[in-house]
Structure formats: C-alpha cells, structure tokens
C-alpha cells in the first residue's frame, strides 16, 4: 500500500508494508536527468522480485519437499488482512504518539537486522551454489535442539545446512551491521529486495477470486488510511525501517552520498505481485495472462508516478496498480473468451493445492 508524496523525506508506511513512492529531503530540486534515473531504477528494481520471484514460487510449487511449498493465501486470510493491516497500521500511530519515537525505531532496527540477515541470505543461496568453488570441501552441519531424554526425547530445533549457507550468512551479516550503523540506501535497498523476492515466492495465492479480494480489500485500505486520515503519513515520517527501495535523485550531483530520494514501498511490489505470480498457472504451456499482469504492473505504477507529478499531490499508488493488474488479465481473458475457464481452473488449481 502507498501513497505517492512529495518533500517527504520518510516512507510512507506502516509494518504492513504501505509505502511512497516519492519524498525527499529538503528543498532541493532534482534535475531532470536524475528523477527520470531515479524513477527508472525503481521501476526495475520493483519488477526483478515479481519475475524471479514468481519464477522461483512456481519452482516451490512443483516441489516434492514440502519444507519448500509456499503457504497459501486463502480467501479468508485475504478478507482479513486488510483489517488487520490497519489494526497493526493505528497501533503504530498510538505507539508513535505515546512513546519516544527514538526507543520504537531502535527496537525495529534490531527486529529487521535479524530478518533482513535470514531473508538476504535466503535469497543469496541459489546464486551461491552456482558460484561455489567445486575444489573446495562444503562441509555439512546440523543445528539440533531436544527437550528430554530418552523415549519421551523431542525435537525442537532441527536444522541443516552446509558452508555455502555459512558464507551466504556472513555477507548477509555484513550488510545488516552496515544498514544498522549507517542506514545506507544501498544496504535498504539489498535487505528490502530480500524481503520482496521472499514475499512473492513463499507465499501463493490459492486462486484469482482470492487475488481480487486481496487486491480489493486493500484497494480500500490504501485510499482511505491516504486520503481519509493523517495516520499513514504521520507513521511513515516515523517509521525507519528497510519496508522500501529507495533511490537518490540528486546521484549525478552528490554520488553515493545523495541523501534526496524517490522511493517505493514493499506493500506495492508484494500484494500486486502475488496475484501476478498466480497467473503463471492459468493456463498450461503459456505465459499470456503472466506477461499481461507484468505490463499492466509497468502501466499501473507508471500512471501513479504522472499523476503525483501532475497534481503535485500524495496519491495511493494501489489506487492505479489494483485496477490495472486485475482489469488487464481479466480483460485479456473476456477477449479470448476464457474467463469463465480462467476462474474455474484456477479455483480447481486452488483445490488441489489445498488437498
């Protein structure tokens, strides 16, 4: 969920994952050149986890190992979170407004410095193996905790994992100590592609009526906590966390030390692209409606970026994204004539998931 937003130089969101796609830190005016880059290097950044993360999610899908399937969002886990995310979005507010802001973001460093570490290394782990050296020794380890002895011994923490894993964990590592001393953009950057490519590929949409529930549910959720409230933009000058991308717009003036960014929030790339990365299975041996959604995705953000600039005003960017991922495929489908078949497959898709 976001809202688009001028001279803020904050996300605009909550931990739901709400989001700007635009602030900035100051009164600083970006040339032409550098908002055009920093708006095309979100753009890419946002589109890289729904390809290789639907990619990978479809991959966990056909899995064997069920410690690999992604979970599925059901209808009723649909209809329920745009409730909960605004449940979780006005407690952040009363918390910003009781406690000390300073206290609140320390605690949320530590909680994302752990997360990001196990996302980014996560994410890192199929790239590693391609690149391990094949004369080096990759040694395997056990992490094995259990609760008594004997017969009635339990199992609590069983896990595997081998020096590919190890190394992946330090550089991960790395990267947390560097965002939490320096807050870096590029270290935001690494951590919230992280958080992205492992949303859309571990979790999965059982169907294309849960999709729209989803989608509309939030759809109202982003327009009302924008335009109904200061909550969203209250919480989000407050909120410090790696829940965007961000990217400078005063890079060809300053280098890596520009500090006037464009950003993009997480709730935008992840709750669109799980519907987007459903209609991978729609139909057999095609990629029609997959490639439609993504060019619907381009379309819907490209439009919100217009308007804020035409309007100079904060715009929810769901409020274009939704209509534009969901009208498009179902479009496509009413043209081909197949949207009964469109929602009937991905309902029987849907049920041989669930068993």
């Known amino acids: 969920m976001a809202d688009v937003e001028q001279n803020v130089a904050v996300p605009d969101a909550a931990g739901n994952g709400s989001d700007a796609v635009n602030g900035t830190a100051g009164r600083f005016v970006s040339s032409p050149e550098g908002t055009a880059l920093a708006y095309g290097s979100l753009l890419f950044m946002a589109l890289l986890p729904i390809f290789f993360g639907a990619l990978r999610s479809v991959g966990c899908s056909k899995s064997k190992n069920a410690s690999d399937m992604p979970e599925t969002i059901t209808s009723r886990d649909a209809a329920r979170f745009p409730i909960i995310a605004s449940c979780t979005l006005f407690g952040l507010y009363l918390f910003f407004k009781i406690f000390s ?3 609140i973001n320390l605690l949320l460093s530590m909680y994302f410095f752990v997360l990001g570490i196990l996302a980014l290394s996560h994410t890192m782990s199929p790239f590693m193996c391609r690149v391990f050296p094949a004369n080096l020794p990759n040694k395997q380890y056990q992490l094995l905790f259990t609760q008594g002895s004997g017969e009635s011994k339990e199992e609590i923490v069983n896990y595997e994992f081998d020096t590919k894993d190890l190394i992946c964990l330090g550089i991960s590592s790395v990267v947390g100590v560097w965002y939490v001393l320096k807050k870096h953009w590029i270290a935001n950057n690494l951590f919230g592609l992280a958080f992205a490519l492992n949303g859309v590929e571990l979790l999965h949409l059982n169907n294309v009526s849960t999709g729209c529930i989803l989608l509309g ?3 109202v959720y982003d327009v009302f906590w ?6 969203m933009v209250t919480v989000a000058k ?3 966390a790696p829940i965007k991308l961000v990217f400078p717009q005063d890079l060809l003036e300053k280098g890596l030390d520009a500090s006037n960014f464009a950003m993009l929030g997480l709730g935008d790339i992840l709750f669109c692209h799980f519907f987007l990365s459903f209609t991978l299975s729609l139909k057999k041996n095609t990629r029609t409606y997959f490639y439609t959604s993504f060019l619907a995705y381009i379309f819907g953000l490209g439009l919100t970026i217009f308007v804020m600039h035409t309007f100079k005003h904060a715009q929810p960017a769901l ?4 209509p534009a991922c969901v009208g498009f495929p ?4 009413l043209f081909k004539g197949e949207l009964t078949e469109m929602f009937r497959n991905a309902a029987d898709t849907g049920r041989r998931e669930h068993f």
């Open 319 to 322: 409020l274009y994204l939704v």
């Open 217 to 219: 549910g939030l759809f």
């Open 330 to 333: 179902v479009l496509l489908a």
């Open 101 to 103: 802001q300073e206290y």
């Open 238 to 240: 407050s909120f410090e």
């Open 226 to 231: 924008v335009f109904g409230t200061n909550v």
